[in-house]
């Protein structure tokens, strides 16, 4: 990277000297009509760009001085598609490698910070083999699919000392960061309960159906990666990957790590001294799922209980919200959600408060972009809105509600250990086992 960028101030500082400009290349006239200096250029790879991965490229390109110049997806359809989008969208698409293997495309020396945003259970190895490559990373939430992948991240990070932002947008929208702020003011009084919800009608599983060959195109072997090996079938695919054990952790490590991480940022707490759950598949039992679509999670922390509900198929949640975060407090309650937020008064206070809605000012996702990009040029670790460290803090508290859920137990942590008290929980949940030659790094 380095010596890439002096390439590029020795070629501006030729242009500038009065060399013809038409000896340019079209890279250097690009760099110097963007009104970005050549050393703060950002060449990007993205790697999954079916969803996420996608709207993350999109919003990095907003960002003056950011260039596309890989992608990588498994299926070949989904590459087609983006490779012709980027091309509607201006980009010179001739400058920019396709892969179907995340491997080669680390191997692209002039890549500076790599996209990921597959299935959950590849988050993991690529961000920690990244990092090797050299190259800083912007991975999706969940960073992580278990516990112990959590920490590797983190030691990764560590290790090989990688700017790392991990996909929880809301961390940068002003909104958010403004509600946090009041209830520091303490006007809400002693707040003893925090009730987190996510009612998301418009999620459905799939109809079950049979297995069968992969779609032409698909390299479904490295799209299951360290995953157990099982026969490609179309309702685990794609989006509904995040019904499944094997890859993700359904609503809760979906939305959840959104919303429990607010929930958790404004109490200013840890983690939980217990977490206990119950649920199930009552919405859609006959469709094609294993994480639960309803799900009710208890955590006690020292000072305060958090209140975990999700329901897919209904939209009618708390405060007329699909979902949402209130701090109830003894003077008032304060409702977050990505719509804005607000104060309801106590009734029985005497110290009434209450604020009228506050609504969003900015684009979350754009404004991560810029905070990530900002610090892959100044290497300013401190400066990033959600570094690896609290991407994995809240991955694992979810982790920690949809182990409860799964085990039907009330959970006691270690929080000096940072385990579980019942080693027998530890050793089946603490961590995922890897499949198909894969193994998670120790480090």
């Not at 101030?9 to 009509?33: D, H, P, V, Y």
């Not at 009330?410 to 929080?415: A, F, S």
């Not at 250990?417 to 030659?437: L, M, Q």
Request: proline share 4%.
């Amino acid at each position: 990277m380095q010596q890439r960028r002096k390439f590029l101030q020795q070629t501006a500082a030729l242009a500038g000297g009065g060399l013809i400009l038409s000896s340019l290349n079209n890279k250097a006239f690009a760099i110097l009509n963007n009104g970005i200096k050549p050393s703060d250029q950002v060449n990007i790879g993205a790697i999954g760009i079916n969803g996420m991965g996608w709207s993350n490229l999109t919003a990095a390109l907003k960002v003056p001085g950011v260039n596309i110049v890989a992608l990588c997806d498994v299926d070949k359809s989904v590459l087609d598609r983006r490779m012709a989008e980027l091309g509607k969208m201006g980009v010179d698409v001739s400058k920019v490698k396709a892969y179907g293997d995340y491997r080669k495309l680390l191997d692209q020396k002039d890549i500076d910070a790599v996209i990921i945003g597959t299935p959950d259970h590849w988050h993991a190895l690529i961000m920690i083999e990244a990092c090797q490559a050299g190259k800083d990373v912007y991975v999706e939430k969940p960073v992580g699919n278990s516990i112990e992948e959590c920490r590797a991240m983190v030691a990764a990070q560590v290790k090989y000392n990688k700017v790392v932002q991990g996909g929880q947008w809301q961390r940068s929208q002003q909104h958010f960061r403004d509600a946090v702020d009041f209830i520091r003011t303490g006007q809400l009084g002693n707040i003893r309960t925090v009730k987190v919800w996510c009612y998301q009608g418009w999620m459905r599983p799939q109809p079950k159906v049979a297995n069968s060959a992969p779609p032409a195109g698909v390299d479904y072997n490295m799209w299951l990666g360290p995953a157990p090996k099982q026969e490609f079938n179309a309702s685990r695919f794609h989006f509904h990957f995040r019904w499944f054990w094997d890859y993700a952790g359904g609503l809760m490590t979906d939305w959840g790590v959104h919303l429990m991480d607010y929930a958790i940022f404004g109490m200013n707490a840890d983690v939980p001294k217990s977490v206990s759950a119950l649920g199930g598949n009552f919405a859609y039992p006959d469709l094609s799922q294993e994480t639960p679509d309803t799900m009710g999670a208890l955590y006690e922390f020292d000072k305060f209980n958090l209140i975990w509900d999700h329901a897919m198929g209904i939209d009618n949640g708390l405060y007329g919200k699909d979902h949402g975060i209130a701090f109830i407090g003894n003077n008032g309650t304060l409702e977050l959600d990505r719509g804005g937020w607000e104060v309801y008064e106590e009734r029985q206070s005497k110290n009434k408060v209450k604020v009228e809605r506050k609504s969003p000012t900015d684009n979350g996702l754009i404004k991560h972009w810029e905070n990530f990009i900002a610090a892959v040029r100044s290497r300013k670790h401190e400066s990033l809105n959600c570094p690896i460290q609290t991407g994995a803090h809240i991955a694992t508290v979810c982790q920690l509600g949809n182990i409860a859920f799964r085990t039907q137990e009330k959970l006691v942590w270690d929080k000096d250990k940072a385990r579980f008290t019942n080693e027998a929980i530890n050793k089946k949940y603490f961590g995922k086992e890897y499949h198909n030659g894969y193994k998670l790094p120790k480090l």
